[in-house]
């Protein structure tokens, strides 16, 4: 559990990161962190694997091979999930986010896994 603990720290540090999970791809449970202040975490885990797994599926479908990142954009912010084997790294942004920055973080963090 340190090397998840760990995983979360690392991106919590990134300036406009409000919250960071690692979710189980299957379930959509919380395995660690949480999607921040006002956020119902179990929530947000659970739709942004539902998006990765759904989105992962449609890019196969399409011939474009496996996704490896998502990015959902909304009024207040963005939802990001990047994933490898059973186990998503979901993250909440604000408007401000650095998104290049925070992809390049959260793909390397995936490697982790």
Not at 34 to 61: I, M, N, V, W, Y
């Amino acid at each position: 559990m340190d090397e998840f603990d760990a995983i979360v720290a690392r991106l919590q540090r990134h300036q406009g990161v409000v919250g960071v999970m690692l979710v189980g791809m299957e379930d959509g449970m919380v395995i660690a962190g949480d999607a921040g202040p006002g956020r119902d975490s179990d929530t947000a885990a659970a739709l942004a694997t539902s998006l990765f797994r759904r989105t992962k599926a449609a890019s196969t479908d399409a011939g474009l091979g496996d996704a490896r990142f998502v990015r959902l954009e909304a009024d207040r912010g963005h939802v990001c999930a990047a994933a490898k084997g059973d186990i998503a790294i979901v993250t909440v942004a604000g408007t401000g986010i650095n998104l290049g920055k925070l992809r390049l973080e959260m793909l390397s963090a995936t490697e982790l896994l």
